[in-house]
C-alpha cells in the first residue's frame, strides 16, 4: 500500500471505518448494570465523569487521525437527568492535506445506562453533516433527521443505544462467561441485531503498556463498504479484563490493508 493512494481511500475507508467497527462492537452487551439503586448502579461503573480515552488510528503504516472520547457532567434531556458522552474525530495533518475530518458525537444515555435518549453528530470537514437522533420511548421509536431535515421514525426494541453511548455500555459487561452475544443497534436510519463470538482471552502491548484482555470478534454480515468489497475481512477488537473494562485494541484486514486503532492515553 502506497502514498499515493492515499487521497481516494485513506478518509472514507481508515478513519470512518475505525469509528464505525469501533461503535457498532460497542453494542455488545449481555445484560443492564445490576443494582439496589441508580446510585449504587453508578459507583460500579467502569467509567466516571472526567475520563478521558484517546485513540491513535492507523492505516498501514500511516498515521490517519485520532479519536477522543469524553465523560462529561451530567446533563438533563427531557427533564431527566443523563449521562453526556461526547467523541471527537479528526484526521491527521497529512490525512488533511487531502481530506479534512472533523466530527464531533454527542450521546445522552439515563443515568441507569439502560438506553439511549438522545444522540447527535456533527461533521464541519470536508462533508458537512449536522444529524439528530430523538429516542420516543413511549412509543419505541427513533427519529433521524439531518439539517432539519426529518426521515420517518423507525421501531427499536427496549435497551436499544444509539453507536456512542454503546462503547459505554459495552465497558459494564461481565464477558467470563459468554461465549456468543447478541446486540440491537440503531443510529437513527436502521435498527438490526448483530452477533459477536468471545474468543477468549489474551496478554497484549499497546503504546508500552501490556494488557491482559477479552478477545472479541463480530459477524460481519451487516458491514457494508470496505468490509462487503474484501474477500474474507477480518475484525477484532480486545478489552481489558480489569474493572475498567477498557477497549485498548482495535484491528481489521479488508482489501486496502490493514487498519489499527489503539489506546494511547487515559485521563483518570
Known amino acids: 500500500m502506497t502514498l499515493h493512494r492515499l487521497p481516494a481511500l485513506l478518509p472514507l475507508v481508515v478513519v470512518r471505518s475505525f469509528f464505525l467497527i469501533l461503535l457498532f462492537l ?11 439503586n441508580k446510585k449504587e448502579s453508578r459507583n460500579r461503573l467502569p ?30 434531556v427531557d427533564k431527566l437527568p443523563c449521562w453526556h458522552f461526547s467523541l471527537k474525530v479528526q484526521t491527521s495533518p497529512l490525512v488533511d492535506v487531502f481530506y479534512q475530518m472533523r466530527d ?23 462533508e458537512q453533516r449536522d444529524i439528530q437522533v430523538q429516542f420516543n420511548w413511549e412509543k419505541r421509536t427513533a427519529g433521524y433527521s439531518n439539517f432539519n431535515a426529518a426521515k420517518k421514525p423507525i421501531p427499536i426494541p427496549p435497551g436499544t443505544f444509539d453507536p456512542l453511548a454503546a462503547f459505554y455500555k459495552l465497558r459494564c459487561m461481565d464477558l467470563d462467561n459468554k461465549k456468543e452475544i447478541r446486540f440491537p443497534i440503531t443510529d437513527g436510519k436502521k435498527c438490526f441485531m448483530g452477533r459477536a463470538k468471545v474468543l477468549g ?15 472479541i470478534e463480530p459477524e460481519l454480515v451487516y458491514f457494508g463498504g470496505v468490509f462487503e468489497k474484501s474477500d474474507k475481512p477480518t ?5 481489558t479484563t480489569d474493572d475498567r473494562r477498557l477497549p485498548v485494541r482495535i484491528q481489521s484486514k479488508v482489501i486496502v490493508g490493514s487498519i489499527v486503532g489503539e489506546l494511547v492515553s487515559i485521563r483518570k
Request: charged share 25%; glycine share 4%; proline share 1%.
Open 26 to 36: 460497542s453494542l455488545i452487551y449481555g445484560s443492564s448494570v445490576q443494582a439496589a
Open 47 to 76: 467509567f466516571f465523569q472526567g475520563e478521558q480515552l484517546v485513540y491513535q488510528i492507523r492505516w498501514e503504516e500511516v498515521e490517519a487521525g485520532i479519536a477522543t472520547f469524553d465523560v462529561l457532567p451530567v446533563t438533563k
Open 104 to 126: 464531533k458525537f454527542d450521546s445522552y444515555t439515563d443515568l441507569a445506562l439502560d438506553r439511549s435518549m438522545r444522540y447527535a453528530r456533527k461533521e464541519t470537514g470536508s
Open 201 to 215: 482471552q489474551e496478554t497484549i502491548t499497546c503504546f508500552n503498556t501490556t494488557y491482559d484482555t477479552y478477545v
Open 235 to 239: 475484525l477484532r477488537l480486545w478489552i
